[in-house]
């Protein structure tokens, strides 16, 4: 590579010395960069020269010629210049402690981001390396040793923006009155001499833009989940993204609190009741217009009430089996169950396992003009206008089975039923189901079989189950490999001992190739990007209802199934591992093993 001099003047980047320098380095044609250079010759815009280029959406001469996009310009820029590159994760910035190296305005007048702050060093991102007397001025005042990365110019700006804003509403919150401990529900409550205990304005200006700002944030980030945990000193925010827990950010107590408060006031939950648990939900809007509705939960813990929102994306419900994961032989087998005029349909899975999603795709697919549906939950996850939906209030006495009963009355065609959790709601499905209506319902067991060995637990008679069960269909969520970045590989020997875990007992044949996560910017250096199901379905044939009675023998009924075609959770993962979708480890972790 053909780098800059080692102590190049002082200067900005200049879009022509950037195009001279790819040429040179035999990224960009030498005939394209002139007609280029002629047709921006007078170039005086504000714009970063990396941007005008990454605009041309030229790709590198050189092989594998990738686009030079923005991302890929600015990694070639820290390899021409020598320096190291560095990709700006929010996710992985310590904000508070980043924004206290230098002002905003010193940040902006030169262009740079601290992005890392440790006991000797601190790491600042800049997209103009050959800009150097800031470096100078800093050194002294820091007094720590300062390495400079190159990171991409738009998200120096961007961020610029987001962590100093961020910073100046968490400070000037808690400029507004120094709360001692943890508010209220502190149970571990700290008397400090000479401080007040007034709790802030939920809606303080400072308090609703840093609300906003998570929310926003989280969508952005793919959050499925965010976690606001109270501590003693320093609250945390956490995001769940493709079901991992990633740490946010650490917000001072007062304005946790403060900031939890705001955001029951917007659920319509009882601010001033911290003491027990209590269920919200909020609809909002992305930056792009699309409508996303959060479903909100508060619990008390010993520092305070921690609050979880589930966000709820609406595309779900417009997405078809085959993006859910499912395999041609499971969609045809579901919609088998699913398209019957009767009878009962169990989904099993622990929390988190995307019964819900299935459930609601599912229904949309049903929900005709000629169809009734009607669904019974605790609480409503998804409002969708195409049911009718009903809230469980066992305050009033409207529990599961109370509400199955009045459902009856309202002519259904198909009720969806959140949960089978006792013989009284597990009774009032059968009935529906055998005064001719098609009932789903969840119930929380390992597989598809238990499931059946669990409604005798609960108290129902066998005959009934044969009478009213279609079948059931168990699952679980794994990760996706990230298609930007796996990698093919044989099959080592730590890869054969995980396969024959995974598929032991069944024969299966083994993949001459596996797949295996990397780690890129597109999937956060995770390896991975999004989820999908694995499904076990168990359709009750004649044959398997025979099986069911008082003292059903689990064994031979999973035995029976298996012989019609039932394919168990690990053999649906290992499917999708041939495939290259997923890893061993991921199916071998949610997946439970052979009795």
């Known amino acids: 590579m053909n780098r800059p001099p080692e102590t190049p003047p002082e200067h900005r980047l200049t879009l022509m010395e950037i195009v ?64 190291n590159y560095f990709h700006i994760d929010p996710l992985k910035i310590n904000f508070a402690a980043v924004t206290e190296v230098m002002s905003n305005a010193y940040a902006i007048r030169f262009r740079v981001l601290p992005v890392e702050v440790r006991a000797n060093e601190v790491v600042i991102a800049t997209a103009e390396p050959f800009e150097r007397a800031w470096e100078t001025e800093l050194r002294p005042v820091l007094r720590k040793e300062i390495r400079r990365v190159v990171a991409n110019p738009e998200d120096i700006a961007r961020y610029q923006v987001e962590f100093y804003n961020l910073a100046k509403s968490v400070k000037g919150a808690m400029g507004r009155g120094d709360v001692a401990g943890g508010g209220v529900s502190n149970f571990e409550q700290l008397v400090e001499l000479g401080k007040s205990n007034r709790q802030f304005d939920a809606n303080d200006q400072h308090i609703v833009r840093i609300v906003d700002w998570l929310w926003q944030y ?4 793919r959050a ?14 956490r995001f769940r993204i493709d079901g991992v827990l ?40 992305t930056p792009d217009g699309q409508e996303v509705e959060l479903r909100l939960s508060t619990l008390p813990t010993a520092f305070g009430e921690k609050l979880v929102m589930r966000i709820f994306d609406p595309e779900v419900l417009v997405r078809d089996f085959t993006e859910l994961g499912f395999a041609d032989e499971d969609a045809k087998r579901w919609a088998t169950m699913t398209s019957r005029p009767n009878g009962i349909i169990l989904v099993t899975g622990p929390t988190g396992s995307g019964k819900t999603t299935t459930l609601y795709s599912t229904l949309k697919q049903l929900a005709t003009d000629d169809v009734n549906v009607c669904t019974l939950e ?16 066992t305050d009033i006495g409207m529990g599961f089975a109370e509400g199955i009963r009045a459902l009856m009355r309202q002519d259904p065609d198909i009720i969806m039923v959140g949960e089978i959790r006792d013989l009284q709601t597990a009774e009032m499905a ?23 060995t669990r409604m005798l ?55 001459t190739t596996l797949y295996h996560p990397q780690g890129c910017l597109e999937c956060r250096r995770t390896g991975y990007q999004g989820r999908m199901g694995l499904y076990e379905i168990m359709q009750l044939t004649p044959e398997l209802k ?10 031979k009924l999973r035995e029976q199934a298996m012989r019609e075609g039932m394919k168990p959770l690990r053999i649906s993962g290992a499917k999708k591992v041939a495939a290259g979708l997923t890893t061993i480890e991921e199916v071998l972790k949610v997946a439970p093993p052979s009795p």
């Not at 005939?31 to 970063?48: C, L, P, T, V, W």
């Not at 989280?218 to 980030?221: G, K, L, T, V, Y």
């Not at 969708?384 to 939906?389: A, L, T, V």
């Open 224 to 237: 499925s989940d965010i976690h606001i945990e109270p501590r003693r000193e320093l609250g945390v925010v």
């Open 457 to 511: 637990d609960l108290g129902v008679p066998s005959y009934l189950l044969q009478a009213t069960v279609l079948g059931v269909m168990a699952q679980r969520l794994v990760r996706i490999l990230c298609p930007h970045c796996k990698k093919a590989g044989g099959m080592r020997a730590e890869d054969e001992l995980a396969w024959n875990a995974l598929v032991a007992p069944w024969k299966s044949s083994k993949p």
């Open 218 to 221: 989280a969508f952005e980030q």
């Open 430 to 452: 059968i009935q529906a189901a055998l005064t001719g209506h098609l009932v789903l319902s969840t119930l929380h067991t390992n597989d598809a079989p238990t499931a059946i």
């Open 20 to 83: 001279d320098a790819l040429v040179a380095d035999g990224q960009v044609d030498v005939a394209e960069a002139e007609q280029f250079k002629n047709e921006r010759r007078y170039y005086k815009g504000e714009s970063h020269p990396l941007v005008v280029v990454a605009g041309q959406r030229w790709k590198s001469a050189k092989a594998p010629n990738r686009l030079l996009d923005l991302e890929n310009l600015t990694q070639w820029l820290a390899e021409w210049t020598g320096l």
């Open 546 to 555: 025979q099986l069911i009675g008082d003292q059903t023998d689990l064994a």
């Open 378 to 393: 605790d609480p409503i996850e998804m409002v969708e206008s195409s049911f009718n939906q009903v809230q469980v209030q």
């Open 246 to 285: 990633h740490q946010v950010y650490q917000i001072p107590m007062p304005v946790l609190n403060a900031m939890t408060s705001r955001i029951k006031i917007l659920g319509r939950m009882d601010v001033v009741e911290k003491r027990r648990p209590q269920d919200g939900r909020v609809k909002t809007r």
